[in-house]
């Protein structure tokens, strides 16, 4: 069945620091991918997303490029603040006959200052 | 201006009394999801609808029930709380087409004493 893994946190860094959070699926045909995060106590929110092979979603200096040869979609940000701690879900909607989203198991991001 | 909007922010209900959870949109979106979610886990789906067409998980507990009385507005009822399902119960909208975003509400935190 489809899946997304996502790389296990906590993921600790001090402020400017380089960003990478591995995500990667298993999907049948052409799965939507997407980036959401979760701030303590709140919903989740869009953070970007990719509907097809090569597209890269960017959002407040995240970014993440669908990579269908290696089934991946890693979320990066050059320079990471204080404000981006927060725990980041890997998601993909499954394509056929269904309305589902499967999300990962969240990689909780720390920012030191 | 809020886009799912979810009643109330917190819950607390004792143990075996029912309670209901509420969720609105204002996207006039199709699909209506709830899920719970424990200690920034990922978000566990209970059931879904496309209108008025309900898809229970299957390992959803019969504790658990919905209702979408109108596109706007979908109810979780939780019959007989117990301790273990205290959690962050979320809502979720979309279109419901293959490349459409999930938009979440705040969600609600049931404490069950």
């Known amino acids: 069945g489809d899946s997304v893994t996502q790389m296990e946190g906590p993921v600790t860094l001090s402020e400017e620091a380089f960003l990478t959070i591995n995500c990667t699926y298993t999907?049948?045909?052409?799965?939507?991918l997407f980036w959401y995060v979760q701030y303590p106590g709140e919903g989740l929110q869009l953070l970007l997303k990719?509907?097809?092979?090569?597209d890269k979603g960017s959002n407040k200096g995240f970014e993440a490029t669908y990579r269908k040869e290696t089934t991946s979609f890693h979320l990066e940000k050059g320079s990471v603040q204080v404000s981006d701690s927060a725990v980041y879900f890997c998601?993909?909607?499954?394509?056929?006959?269904?309305?589902?989203?499967?999300f990962g198991t969240g990689t909780r991001l720390k920012v030191l200052a | 201006d809020a886009m799912v909007i979810q009643n109330p922010r917190y819950q607390v209900t004792q143990f075996g009394k029912p309670v209901t959870l509420s969720c609105s949109q204002t996207?006039?979106?199709?699909?209506m999801y709830w899920y719970q979610q424990k200690s920034s886990q990922a978000p566990k789906l209970l059931f879904h609808?496309?209108?008025?067409?309900?898809?229970n998980e299957a390992d959803t507990p019969d504790n658990f029930q919905s209702r979408r009385p109108n596109t706007s507005f979908c109810f979780l009822d939780i019959r007989s709380p117990g301790l273990g399902d205290a959690a962050m119960y979320l809502c979720?909208?979309?279109?419901?087409?293959?490349?459409?975003?999930?938009?979440f509400g705040p969600g609600t935190r049931l404490t069950v004493l």
């Open positions: 979720a909208t979309s279109r419901g087409g293959s490349t459409d975003t999930q938009y």
């Open positions: 998601a993909l909607r499954i394509t056929s006959g269904t309305y589902k989203y499967i």
């Open positions: 996207l006039n979106h199709n699909v």
């Open positions: 999907a049948t045909g052409y799965p939507s």
């Open positions: 609808y496309y209108d008025k067409d309900f898809n």
């Open positions: 990719a509907t097809k092979a090569d």
